[in-house]
């Protein structure tokens, strides 16, 4: 799953406010960001979250 996935919502949220130029470059950071700066226990946490019930 990429940033822009996990984001999507937040994302969406900001298209129609006062903040939505933000999404010129926010969407390419958070990537960026998701990438490299992932605590140690992320990937197992992540996995365990997916497994919870909506």
């Known amino acids: 799953m990429s940033a822009s996935e996990l984001f999507h919502s937040c ?4 298209l129609n406010g006062p ?8 969407p390419r950071q ?3 960001w998701y990438s490299t700066a992932l605590h140690g226990e992320f990937k197992k ?10």
């Open 11 to 14: 994302y969406k949220d900001l």
């Open 19 to 26: 903040l939505s130029h933000w999404l010129n470059t926010l």
């Open 30 to 32: 958070m990537d960026e």
């Open 45 to 54: 946490w992540q996995k365990l979250v997916a497994k919870l019930p909506a």
